[in-house]
């Protein structure tokens, strides 16, 4: 049985949690504008895309023998080539530049920014717990577009410093050891049944935010806490009442 007025540390997710988006939406607009930037060098666009999601694939399957990065990496070589890597630094231009376009695909909601203030104004710790699928730089600009700062999370996580990802429970257990953290202290806020409520296999609390949710496998949520940001701020002020 999870104590809650043992909680802590608050990790939230970030697409379609802190940011709100129709998911299939914003790939579509990342995947224009990335194709875009790469067809002058070359790239076909449907073998791109493939390949991206193919990098995905390998990353979310990646057991932890190394960075998220290099899982990547890896495949895209395996694609293209060694010669294909000295195109990194026009990726990570993109993810600088044209990528701030895929803004437009989000949503926005104050309530993020004051829950992340107010919590830690609580004296919570806060972590976001996004999947490590994208670059810090890609990272850094969808947190600003959720009107927050990188600076407002002890942690972060991206694929240069995660070798798991969601919903592989491991992925959780490399923050808890990074922030020194016991599960039993956690909640984990996210609106992806299947990604993000799998930290509760790790004894974390959790709480499902239903305003984008994700529910792949139609399982029943009522089993969870639920709701939006102030039935999760209600839920929180519980712990210490």
């Known amino acids: ?7 802590t540390t608050i990790l ?3 697409d379609g949690t802190l940011l709100p988006m129709d998911q299939d939406i914003f790939v579509q607009s990342y995947f224009r504008e990335l194709t875009k930037k790469l067809i002058p060098l070359g ?20 057991n932890g023998a190394c960075p998220n990065e290099d899982a990547f990496w890896n495949l895209f070589r395996q694609v293209y080539g060694e010669a294909a890597l000295k195109d990194k630094p026009v990726f990570e231009e993109f993810y600088s530049v044209e990528f701030q376009k895929a803004a437009d695909s989000c949503g926005f909601n104050s309530n993020s920014k004051k829950t992340v203030e107010e919590l830690k104004k609580a004296g919570y710790r806060v972590v976001l ?18 009107g927050l700062e990188p600076s ?6 991206t694929y240069e410093n995660s070798r798991y990802c969601k919903p592989n429970p491991a992925y959780y257990t490399e923050i808890l ?6 599960p039993e202290e956690c909640l984990m806020v996210g609106n992806d049944v299947t990604e993000d409520m799998v930290a509760q296999s790790l004894e974390m609390s959790v709480f499902l935010l239903t305003d984008c949710l994700i529910n ?23 712990f210490r009442s």
Not at 177 to 182: A, E, H, L, M, S
Not at 217 to 224: A, G, N, Q, R
Request: aromatic share 12%; hydrophobic share 40%; glycine share 6%.
């Open 43 to 62: 790239y076909e666009p449907d073998k791109l895309i493939k390949t991206i999601w193919a990098g995905t694939a390998a990353m979310v399957q990646n």
């Open 1 to 7: 049985m999870i104590e809650n007025n043992m909680i």
């Open 177 to 182: 050891q990074k922030i020194g953290c016991r």
């Open 216 to 238: 792949k496998e139609e399982k029943d949520i009522s089993v969870y806490p639920h709701g939006g940001f102030e039935e999760l701020q209600r839920y929180v002020q519980g």
């Open 129 to 146: 717990a996004t999947n490590p699928i994208f670059p810090a730089v890609a990272t850094e600009s969808r947190i600003r577009w959720a």
């Open 152 to 157: 407002d999370f002890e942690l972060y996580t």
């Open 12 to 14: 939230f997710d970030l």
